[in-house]
């Protein structure tokens, strides 16, 4: 079946504008996470959402970032004023339930770029 | 707090090789420990996870909580085995901590 998706998969915008990041996951898969892959670092976490609630929203780097979740299935990530330092692949996963023996399942990424 | 490091950016072996990828871990708790996999332009996807004590591509790894460590090993490398390796961690929240990654090549 269809995997993660995520759009659109390069975004290039100047600093100062907002962006919205997709992620449709895997049908059926009731959470979903954000990580964000900076050149030269790890990935880093930053938003889980089970359902449409947000338990975990500690990796958010700042009030500019904000994300939510809709009918349990698709979600955006929004950046507001965005930063040069915000340009990365943003990472979109999804599993079957918010359990830790359940396999996360990534979409190709967004890469951003900030100029 | 949990931090997963891996002190290699980049390892280069030879094809038939050994490989062992490095990987140690501070958590307090009962780790849940995980190796990804990124092959060139396909997206990241699990390789193995240590509670599954399995084999995957010939990769094994073992959790060694005594150095805190979870090193994924091959006996003998294959070219197809190119690619950025994550080691991760997880917590009872759901959130997966990476380590920065090492790229491994496998030279022919």
């Known amino acids: 079946g269809a995997g993660v998706s995520q759009s659109p998969s390069n975004k290039v915008t100047e600093k100062g504008k907002d962006v919205e990041l997709r992620c449709d996951p895997i049908?059926?898969?009731?959470?979903l996470y954000w990580y964000r892959q900076s050149l030269g670092q790890g990935l880093e976490f930053l938003i889980y959402f089970q359902g449409n609630s947000a338990p975990d929203k500690s990796g958010l780097p700042s009030d500019r970032f904000s994300a939510e979740r809709t009918g349990g299935s698709v979600s955006t990530l929004t950046i507001q004023r965005t930063q040069q330092e915000d340009s990365a692949v943003y990472l979109c996963?999804?599993?079957?339930?918010?359990?830790?023996?359940?396999?996360?399942?990534f979409g190709p990424g967004t890469r951003l770029t900030v100029t | 707090a949990q931090r997963v490091t891996q002190p290699e950016k980049l390892l280069s072996v030879f094809k038939g090789a050994p490989v062992e990828l490095k990987c140690n871990y501070s958590?307090?708790?009962?780790?849940?420990l995980f190796w990804y996999v990124q092959y060139s332009r396909q997206r990241l996807q699990l390789l193995l996870r240590h509670i599954s004590r399995e084999s995957i591509k010939g990769f094994t790894a073992d959790l060694n909580k005594g150095e805190t460590s979870f090193h994924l090993k091959k006996p003998f490398a294959q070219e197809e085995d190119s690619a950025m390796y994550y080691c991760a961690l997880i917590n009872g929240n759901e959130k997966l901590t990476f380590g920065t990654g090492t790229r491994l090549t496998i030279i022919p």
């Open positions: 958590y307090s708790g009962s780790p849940e």
């Open positions: 049908s059926g898969h009731t959470a």
């Open positions: 996963a999804s599993s079957l339930a918010g359990l830790t023996f359940y396999e996360q399942y």
